[in-house]
């Protein structure tokens, strides 16, 4: 095939804009990126020719090679890893198969033009991007690339401006080669960082890339003294050159290792080069179990959540090693899918090479293995809640979704991940404005207090104003601000906490069962008997849209408002279900009217005088919308409700 001229897919080229823009000092971690994706390929390579072993073409001496050449000032990267078709290069590089990819790069646009605190490391960190960070440091990158067990190979080159030329060519080993060509700033003496510098190339790969599991080579020219028989220098003789290879990496996988003998900055260098993460993780846990199940587990919770988490195509799962034999990259079936965010390896000599990854992941031993790693996860989590608030909730504020979720879903997964999780929750409330575990809502809950309040809303000022709140502030009840649509999801499949039920403040009755409140509701149900009539026909009049109209005891200043049954969805879940196209689930409306209010009067009036009248029915009918725009709900037919508000202004 002829060479090509391709564009870059939208998305890549924004993000190459990005990269190459970048105020991002620490440039020099390109090197750990491409040796870090040479040794991915190694790795597939490698677990492909255990099975097929022809696939090797009889080149079974794993390396990546470093090449930097003075001359032509590139720096070569060469694996003879898995290699990539020119398929693969163009969806692998040309593209970024991310689903909300685009919603990201918008997002970060934005964070950036509002000069936000949220670094380029952050940002990038939450992204991933890789290979692209060879343009921070490169003026043109040219991959050649031949897939293992074919003939054609691949030359792929870009400017990193949009567009990449793509052409056939010959490759006579497996793998992929990375030419570099250095921009001026990184070459040459009096370059601030010299990368086609051996001494130089050799303290990055010592630094970054030290226990990446192929030897890292390079060759150096060596001059020196021809030696004698007995191995001494022989004087006065002319100086000999000869190109030495040299591994420049320890080679030895750290999770085995002693943990005494690790310190933090080993183990951040560790995740950023296997798992691709550009921040230090916020907890890791190095665990060797000897017992039923022989294991080496070392996980790390990242700094941030990637933007893609909760999409479909985040893949979860944990890298699998046998005897430090990479197996596979993304094992699902490891840790629960609440705990998604988790990244890392497990090793294992119990763990069998010779079966097909679907029955390896549903092994007896990985179970186990599994069972252990999360309780050991949950454990440390629970801790930190108690002894490092301020990390736990660094860690709730990034992942907490991902619990809430969990809770959700164990409708399916089974109801014991509610008690695993339900003690890890956190939510704002209406008392200090910080982050309150169900707990220590609990046992600072009034005696006369039975059941656990929350509100939800888009945000906390909207909570704050809604009429129901008015009455719980006064009585210094304490309510949990459901901020979050899973929140409310989460609350309801939980149903209580010690024995106390959750009770949303725009739902059903209060409940409240002190003194003042049975007195209050006392009064209302004696009032209701006498208004019986008007509750009537005000539900007459707006017939299908409330299943029911009552007087409130929950109300203070506001006239009105709406709340939902006991049963079935609440507003807000109507609301979200509705956002995802499932209007299928309707909250039974309940339309509440404060009697203490002047309004009342009003209404009973003009309902005494003639309720056929216009006038009656337009202000059921504006006390109605009035309620659905304070849950923040549209009113159908805005221009109705402004015209009637203005007839009712002129009056
Ligand atoms: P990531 O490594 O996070 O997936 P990259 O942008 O670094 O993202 O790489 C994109 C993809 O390109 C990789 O997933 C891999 O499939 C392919 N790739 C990159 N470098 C190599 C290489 N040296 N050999 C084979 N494939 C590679």
């Known amino acids: 095939m002829a060479k090509e001229t391709r564009e870059f897919q939208a998305e890549t080229k924004q993000l190459l804009d990005l990269m190459i823009n970048s105020i991002y000092t620490n440039k020099e971690i390109f090197l750990r990126e491409l040796i870090s994706n040479a040794s991915d390929a190694i790795d597939k390579v490698h677990f492909e020719g255990l099975t097929n072993h022809d696939i090797l073409e009889g080149d079974e001496d794993f ?142 790969v010592k630094k970054y890339s030290d226990y990446v599991r192929y030897p890292i080579k390079m060759n150096f020219e060596i001059e020196e003294t021809p030696k004698d028989e007995e191995g001494k220098p022989i004087e006065g003789a002319e100086k000999i050159k000869r190109t030495e290879v040299r591994t420049l990496n320890s080679m030895q996988p750290l999770w085995t290792k002693n943990k005494s003998d690790l310190k933090d900055e080993d183990y951040n260098e560790f995740f950023k080069n296997q798992f691709h993460e550009w921040e230090n993780p916020m907890e890791v846990f190095h665990t060797k179990a000897e017992g039923n199940v022989e294991y080496t587990s070392l996980l790390c919770i990242p700094a941030h959540a990637p933007f893609n988490l909760y999409h479909t195509d985040y893949e979860p799962g944990l890298q699998l090693y046998s005897r430090h034999v990479f197996i596979m990259d993304k094992c699902k079936d490891l840790l629960p899918d609440y705990l998604r965010f988790m990244k890392g390896l497990v090793d294992s000599p119990d763990l069998s090479l010779n079966i097909s990854r679907e029955l390896l992941q549903q092994s007896k031993e990985l179970k186990d293995i599994g069972r252990a790693l999360e309780k050991n996860i949950l454990k440390t989590l629970e801790r930190n809640m108690k002894n490092k608030r301020e990390d736990y909730e660094k860690f709730w504020n990034e992942y907490g979704k991902s619990l809430k979720i969990g809770v959700y879903n164990s409708m399916y997964s089974g109801s014991d991940t509610i008690d695993k999780l339900k003690n890890l929750l956190l939510f704002l409330t209406s008392k200090e404005g910080k982050l309150v575990s169900l707990k220590e809502y609990v046992e600072r809950m009034p005696e006369s207090q039975k059941k656990i309040y929350y509100a939800t809303a888009k945000d906390k000022e909207t909570i704050e104003n809604l009429p129901q709140m008015e009455l719980l502030r006064e009585k210094g009840i304490e309510v949990l601000y459901l901020l979050d649509p899973v929140d409310e999801f989460c609350i309801e499949t939980i149903r209580e906490y010690e024995g106390k039920q959750f009770h949303s403040i725009s739902r059903g009755d209060l409940d409240l069962d002190d003194a003042e409140s049975q007195e209050v509701k006392k009064e209302t149900e004696e009032l209701a008997k006498s208004n019986d009539d008007l509750m009537k026909d005000i539900k007459e009049t707006l017939g299908d849209k409330v299943s029911e109209v009552k007087l409130s005891n929950r109300l203070k200043s506001s006239a009105v408002c709406l709340v939902a049954d006991e049963q079935g969805p609440s507003l807000s879940m109507e609301q979200t279900f509705a956002e995802m196209d499932n209007p299928m689930f309707k909250a039974k409306r309940i339309l509440e009217i404060n009697p203490k209010h002047e309004l009342f009067g009003r209404l009973q009036s003009l309902h005494a005088a003639n309720k056929e009248g216009q006038d009656f029915k337009d202000y059921c009918d504006l006390l109605y919308t009035q309620a659905l725009i304070i849950e923040g709900i549209l009113p159908e037919n805005p221009v109705e409700f402004a015209n009637k508000v203005a007839k009712l202004m002129a009056k």
């Open 63 to 204: 390396e990546i090679f470093l090449v930097p050449d003075k001359e032509s000032h590139t720096l070569t990267i060469s694996d003879n890893g898995i290699g990539m078709t020119r398929d693969e290069v163009i969806e692998n590089i040309g593209t970024i198969a991310k689903s909300g990819t685009k919603a990201f790069l918008e997002q970060l646009k934005q964070a950036k033009e509002s000069n936000s605190d949220i670094t380029d490391k952050e940002l990038i960190g939450q992204f991933g991007v890789g290979f692209y960070s060879a343009f921070m440091v490169a003026e043109k990158v040219t991959i050649v690339t031949r897939k293992a067990g074919e003939k054609e190979a691949v030359r792929w080159e870009s400017n990193g401006d949009g567009s990449y030329s793509i052409e056939e060519c010959e490759k006579e080993k497996r793998g992929t080669s990375v030419i570099i060509t250095l921009k001026k700033d990184f070459y040459g003496d009096s370059a601030d960082a010299d990368f086609t510098e051996n001494y130089r190339l050799q303290s990055l």
